[in-house]
C-alpha cells in the first residue's frame, strides 16, 4: 500500500490552531479530499484549495485544511482543476460532529434491534413449540432439583421461575408480547436507520420513544438498582439533552432555522474562505 503524503504547511500559510478533531478522525479513515490533481495547469484563482510554488503543487484538503504536496502529474486527466460548482465539499465543523454522534446512537439502537428481533422470534417460535417442549422442561427442572437437593415441583424462583411462568401464560399471551417486542424492535431499526442518515424525522422519533421510555426505567430503579439498569438510564439521558438542545428539537435554541444556519456557517465555500490562511485568491471565472 502506498504511503500517504506527509501533511505539511505550502510556503506563506500560517500555522491555525484549532481542533479539528473530527475532521482528523475522518481524514485519518477515508483520507484527505483533494482537487485538481489531475490538472495540467493551475489557476491564480484555485488558490484557495491548490496553488504551486518552487515548482511544488501544494494541495488543500477540503476538510481538514492540511497542505499536502504532490508532484503534477505526468499524464493530466483534464486542464485546469474543476470549477467550484462542480466539487462537492465533504462536511466538517459541527455537521460532521453531529454525524459521528447521530451514527454513535444508531449503532446502540441497531444492536437493541438485533436482540429484540431474537427475542421476538423466540417467543414467536416457543408459543408454537410449548405444548412439545413443555413435558421435556418439567423433566429437566425435577432433574435439576433433585440433583441439588433441593424440593421436586414445578415451583421455583428466578429463571426457571420465568420459564414455569411461561408455560403457564395463555397462547394469546405469549403472542401477544412477542408482537409487541417485534414492533419494538421495528421502531428502533428504523430510528438507526434514520439517524445513520442524518434525517430530521429521525431524531424527534429518537427523542420521543426514548423519553417514553424513561419512566419505566426510573421505576426499575425503585426496585433493585444495577450496574446495567444505572448505565442504560444514563446513556438514555444523555442522548435525550443531546437530541433537545444539541439539535434545537421543538424550536429549541432556535430550531430548525438555527440548525440550518449552523450547518451553513460550517460548510460550503464561504466556509472555506473564512478559514483562508493569507490573501484570498480572486474566484475563477467560467470562460
Same mark, same amino acid.
Given at each position: 500500500?502506498?504511503?500517504?503524503?506527509?501533511?505539511?504547511?505550502?510556503?506563506?500559510?500560517?500555522?491555525?490552531?484549532?481542533?479539528?478533531?473530527?475532521?482528523?478522525?475522518?481524514?485519518?479513515?477515508?483520507?484527505?479530499?483533494?482537487?485538481?490533481?489531475?490538472?495540467?495547469?493551475?489557476?491564480?484563482?484555485?488558490?484557495?484549495?491548490?496553488?504551486?510554488?518552487?515548482?511544488?503543487?501544494?494541495?488543500?484538503?477540503?476538510?481538514?485544511?492540511?497542505?499536502?504536496?504532490?508532484?503534477?502529474?505526468?499524464?493530466?486527466?483534464?486542464?485546469?482543476?474543476?470549477?467550484? +460548482?462542480?466539487?462537492?465539499?465533504?462536511?466538517?465543523?459541527?455537521?460532521?460532529?453531529?454525524?459521528?454522534?447521530?451514527?454513535?446512537?444508531?449503532? #446502540?439502537?441497531?444492536?437493541?434491534?438485533?436482540?429484540?428481533?431474537?427475542?421476538?422470534?423466540?417467543?414467536?417460535?416457543?408459543?408454537?413449540?410449548?405444548?412439545?417442549?413443555?413435558?421435556?422442561?418439567?423433566?429437566?427442572?425435577?432433574?435439576?432439583?433433585?440433583?441439588?437437593?433441593?424440593?421436586?415441583?414445578?415451583?421455583?424462583?428466578?429463571?426457571?421461575?420465568?420459564? #414455569?411462568?411461561?408455560?403457564?401464560?395463555?397462547?394469546?399471551?405469549?403472542?401477544?408480547?412477542?408482537?409487541?417486542?417485534?414492533?419494538?424492535?421495528?421502531?428502533?431499526?428504523?430510528?438507526?436507520?434514520?439517524?445513520?442518515?442524518?434525517?430530521?424525522?429521525?431524531?424527534?422519533?429518537?427523542?420521543?420513544?426514548?423519553?417514553?421510555?424513561?419512566?419505566?426505567?426510573?421505576?426499575?430503579?425503585?426496585?433493585?438498582?444495577?450496574?446495567?439498569?444505572?448505565?442504560?438510564?444514563?446513556?438514555?439521558?444523555?442522548?435525550?439533552?443531546?437530541?433537545?438542545?444539541?439539535?434545537?428539537?421543538?424550536?429549541?435554541?432556535?430550531?430548525?432555522?438555527?440548525?440550518?444556519?449552523?450547518?451553513?456557517?460550517?460548510?460550503?465555500?464561504?466556509?472555506? +474562505?473564512?478559514?483562508?490562511?493569507?490573501?484570498?485568491?480572486?474566484?475563477?471565472?467560467?470562460?
Amino acid at each position: 500500500m502506498a504511503d500517504e503524503p506527509e501533511t505539511v504547511h505550502a510556503p506563506g500559510v500560517r500555522r491555525r490552531k484549532r481542533k479539528l478533531w473530527y475532521e482528523l478522525i475522518e481524514c485519518g479513515l477515508h483520507g484527505h479530499r483533494l482537487e485538481g490533481t489531475d490538472a495540467a495547469r493551475v489557476r491564480p484563482g484555485d488558490a484557495l484549495f491548490v496553488r504551486e510554488a518552487d515548482g511544488v503543487r501544494w494541495h488543500r484538503c477540503l476538510r481538514c485544511d492540511a497542505w499536502l504536496p504532490l508532484p503534477p502529474p505526468e499524464s493530466p486527466g483534464r486542464e485546469t482543476p474543476p470549477e467550484r +460548482e462542480a466539487i462537492e465539499l465533504p462536511l466538517r465543523g459541527r455537521p460532521l460532529r453531529d454525524r459521528y454522534v447521530l451514527r454513535l446512537i444508531a449503532i #446502540d439502537r441497531m444492536v437493541h434491534f438485533v436482540v429484540l428481533a431474537v427475542l421476538a422470534v423466540a417467543v414467536f417460535v416457543f408459543a408454537g413449540e410449548r405444548a412439545r417442549l413443555k413435558d421435556p422442561f418439567y423433566r429437566v427442572v425435577d432433574a435439576l432439583q433433585n440433583g441439588v437437593g433441593g424440593p421436586s415441583g414445578r415451583s421455583g424462583h428466578g429463571l426457571l421461575g420465568e420459564l #414455569d411462568k411461561a408455560f403457564k401464560a395463555h397462547t394469546s399471551t405469549l403472542w401477544l408480547i412477542g408482537l409487541v417486542i417485534a414492533v419494538y424492535a421495528v421502531l428502533e431499526g428504523v430510528e438507526a436507520v434514520g439517524l445513520w442518515r442524518a434525517r430530521r424525522w429521525a431524531e424527534y422519533l429518537t427523542f420521543v420513544a426514548t423519553t417514553v421510555l424513561l419512566v419505566p426505567e426510573v421505576w426499575e430503579l425503585t426496585g433493585r438498582i444495577s450496574a446495567t439498569k444505572i448505565l442504560t438510564l444514563v446513556i438514555n439521558l444523555a442522548v435525550v439533552v443531546y437530541l433537545l438542545f444539541a439539535k434545537r428539537l421543538f424550536g429549541l435554541r432556535g430550531g430548525g432555522r438555527a440548525e440550518e444556519a449552523v450547518r451553513a456557517h460550517d460548510t460550503g465555500w464561504h466556509a472555506l +474562505e473564512r478559514v483562508y490562511p493569507g490573501p484570498r485568491p480572486a474566484r475563477p471565472h467560467a470562460p
